[in-house]
């Protein structure tokens, strides 16, 4: 019923910034958080930063100061601005929405790769 559709992803070398976003298709989608996670080849996804519907947002350690997530309810979208990129955030960024019945969706994923 709910689809997400991911963008912004690319190459970009170390130092540099992307703008990740993820907007949802249809009706309006009412949650309780959105966030982003990653996955790295071999390793496992993690969370990356997540905002509720309040407006309260939470980092992982490793992009505090760099990430910053945002949101337009109008547009049923949420941002991911990513500045100072390291080598090591290169991975797979996945877009979550949770619902108000904690029922997760999931975009397909966007690639961003950082060079050295």
């Known amino acids: 019923q709910v689809q997400l559709v991911e963008s912004g992803g690319g190459l970009v070398q170390a130092g540099g910034s992307l703008r990740l976003s993820c907007a949802a298709s249809?009706?309006?989608?009412?949650?309780?958080?959105r966030g982003w996670y990653r996955q790295a080849p071999g390793k496992q996804r993690e969370l990356v930063a997540t905002?509720?519907?309040?407006?309260?947002?939470n980092y992982a350690d490793s992009v505090k100061g760099r990430f910053t997530i945002s949101r337009d309810n109008a547009k049923n979208t949420v941002y991911l601005q990513m500045n100072s990129l390291k080598p090591e955030d290169t991975a797979v960024y996945y877009c979550?929405?949770?619902?108000?019945?904690?029922?997760?969706?999931w975009g397909q994923g966007t690639q961003v790769t950082v060079s050295s």
């Open positions: 905002i509720t519907r309040s407006g309260t947002t």
């Open positions: 979550n929405n949770q619902d108000l019945r904690f029922r997760d969706y």
């Open positions: 249809g009706s309006i989608f009412v949650f309780n958080a």
